[in-house]
């Protein structure tokens, strides 16, 4: 049978299904054979055939409606092989490939760790100490302890950007990379109780920022809602992120970039970035308690707000408030500050400005890039 998209040609063999390539639609990248469903990895064989390793499943998983199209820009579709990349296990430099824990460490079996996601801007951590207060707070609520000083974490952090910027073959100073930090409770027979006098498990890693494209910056991104389900410690940094991949995947399978998220009528966060809210010229977002996480970046927006003389209010939003905002606006490490220009489809702010990137959007932008320049 030939796919209709790209000519490849379809033949199944007792379980395995195989797509013989042709080469006419791909572009040398492969990456369309990701619409096929059930594809899974690339044969290592040939480049011109490629092996569905197992039948496609009757009944997928669902989290809501099926996504009624195939998607194929999932990044890790198909990441079988890990690569090489530099990193950091317990005290030893290695990389992905070698880097083993213990299938009874805590974060394996209870996802009991916490972790930090520190934006590198031309090689230096941006940032860095209140990723690290942040780190602390963490591991103070889970009780796990810290397992080495700032400076030791920025010595790692400092030599993981150095070893991805040379396997890349480029200087650090001309990489923009994202340091991600776990630390979970350690290594123990499985039970609730937190264990007393364990080793805490380390690891960290460094890799390129993979920031929103100009596409995104110029148009703003489109977002759905949903209610937070997720639990009421969100102030933890922590790796039991189960309901936050339930949350992303809501908009994943919208075409959406992100899931803006109410608890009791009240707006809380995104699956993995803060929301902010703009209206009549002043941004609002949610106040920092159990209820969100508090970015990095929740203290840098204030700033910027201070100098560009953008009225800052902290305080509960209701869903109302949010569907008739002037702006509506994402922030995290990597989409650092970004404009949701629709909700549910319809166009956020009023006017000449409705479903477009705003002015306080813009400012807050320039104020930000200001800040990495520093
Ligand atoms: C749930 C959640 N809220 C907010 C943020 C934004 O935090 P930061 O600005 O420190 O990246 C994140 C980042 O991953 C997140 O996961």
């Known amino acids: 049978m030939l796919c209709t998209k790209c000519l490849c040609l379809r033949r199944r063999q007792g379980n395995e299904v195989r797509w013989i390539v042709f080469g006419l639609c791909h572009g040398g990248n492969f990456r369309h054979l990701q619409l096929h469903p059930g594809y899974k990895q690339r044969s290592q064989y040939s480049r011109r055939l490629y092996v569905e390793t197992r039948p496609p499943p009757n009944n997928p ?48 079996i209870f996802g009991d760790g916490v972790y930090e996601v520190v934006p590198v801007y031309a090689g230096r951590p941006f940032h860095f100490a209140q990723h690290m207060a942040r780190l602390d707070r963490s591991l103070a609520a889970t009780r796990i302890t810290q397992p080495h000083t700032h400076a030791q974490w920025l010595e790692i952090a400092t030599n993981l950007i150095a070893a991805y910027a040379e396997s890349t073959c480029t200087k650090a100073e001309n990489t923009d990379q994202l340091v991600y930090i776990q630390i979970t409770r350690g290594v123990a027979l499985r039970d609730h109780v937190m264990p007393q006098n364990i080793r805490p498990t380390v690891f960290a890693m460094s890799n390129a920022m993979k920031p929103p494209s100009a596409a995104q910056r110029a148009q703003g991104v489109a977002c759905v809602s949903a209610n937070d389900f997720r639990w009421e410690k969100a102030h933890i940094k922590s790796t039991s992120l189960l309901g936050a991949v339930f949350a992303r995947q809501i908009s994943f399978d919208a075409d959406a970039t992100e899931t803006v998220m109410f608890r009791d009528g009240f707006l809380s966060e995104a699956a993995a970035s803060n929301v902010w809210m703009v209206r009549n010229g002043t941004l609002m977002g949610p106040p920092k308690d159990h209820l969100v996480l508090e970015g990095v970046r929740y203290g840098l927006i204030e700033d910027i707000c201070r100098e560009a003389g953008i009225p800052f209010e902290l305080r509960r939003i209701a869903r109302d408030e949010v569907l008739q905002a002037d702006e509506l606006l994402l922030s995290s490490a990597t989409k650092e500050v970004l404009p949701i220009t629709t909700l549910d489809g319809q166009p956020v702010g009023r006017g000449l400005g409705k479903g477009r990137p705003g002015p306080i959007y813009k400012a807050l932008w320039d104020g930000y890039q200001r800040a990495k320049a520093q």
């Open 61 to 108: 998983p669902k989290l809501g409606p099926t996504p009624q199209r195939p998607r194929w820009d999932c990044d890790n579709s198909g990441m079988h092989n890990l690569p090489r990349l530099p990193c950091f296990l317990n005290g030893d430099y290695t990389v992905l490939p070698e880097a083993k824990v213990s299938v009874m460490d805590r974060g394996f």
